[in-house]
């Protein structure tokens, strides 16, 4: 059997309970492209529709989707959903899915900053380095206006987990 090789990572799907102010956030704070305009979707007999019903089951009859990209080119599909749901704490960290998404930005203080002048908020007072006093690797969690959590890092994930952070 071949060894298996690292994949590429591709897009990821975030849920939002408001489309356009989403696409308006992301564009305008984190700067990323939008591939796709805000568009409609229906439970149909279109392929896109066919797919969906695939994924989400009979009766999901209608969504809106955003595709937006990043700086290196990672995809992000934005979900209103017509059911969605915006609890007032979405941080259930401790449940098995996705609980956060993380950018890098060497001016982690900085996109903090302009995250919660745009309706978002910290879960962290303020950034911490996995090396103080050595290296200047340094993140924070923050929340964007919507619910999602949004980890900061200022360098590499390589970087900052190459010389065993937790050691």
């Given at each position: 059997?071949?060894?298996?090789?690292?994949?590429?990572?591709s897009?990821?799907?975030?849920?939002?309970p408001?489309?356009?102010?989403?696409v308006k956030f992301y564009?305008?704070v984190?700067?990323?492209?939008?591939i796709m305009?805000?568009?409609?979707v229906?439970?149909?007999?279109?392929?896109?529709?066919?797919?969906?019903?695939?994924?989400f089951g009979?009766?999901?009859?209608h969504?809106?989707?955003?595709?937006?990209?990043?700086?290196d080119?990672?995809g992000?599909?934005?979900?209103q959903f017509?059911?969605?749901?915006?609890?007032?704490?979405?941080?259930?960290?401790?449940?098995?899915?996705?609980?956060h998404?993380?950018?890098q930005?060497?001016?982690?203080?900085?996109?903090?900053?302009?995250i919660?002048?745009?309706?978002?908020?910290?879960r962290?007072?303020e950034?911490?380095?996995?090396y103080?006093g050595?290296?200047?690797y340094r993140?924070?969690?923050?929340?964007?206006?919507?619910?999602?959590?949004v980890?900061i890092?200022?360098h590499s994930?390589?970087?900052?987990?190459?010389?065993?952070?937790?050691?």
């Open positions: 059997m071949t060894a298996p090789y690292p994949r590429t990572f897009h990821i799907g975030i849920s939002v408001d489309l356009d102010a989403a564009s305008e984190m700067g990323w492209y939008v305009p805000p568009t409609d229906y439970e149909d007999d279109s392929a896109i529709g066919q797919m969906c019903t695939d994924v009979p009766n999901w009859k969504f809106r989707i955003a595709h937006m990209s990043t700086g080119k990672i992000i599909e934005l979900f017509d059911n969605a749901e915006n609890p007032e704490d979405n941080f259930e960290y401790w449940k098995t899915g996705v609980f998404f993380s950018v930005d060497p001016d982690v203080e900085g996109l903090a900053a302009k919660e002048a745009a309706g978002g908020k910290r962290m007072k950034p911490r380095y996995y103080p050595e290296k200047p993140m924070i969690y923050m929340e964007d206006p919507f619910g999602n959590i980890e890092y200022s994930y390589e970087l900052h987990y190459s010389s065993g952070a937790y050691n």
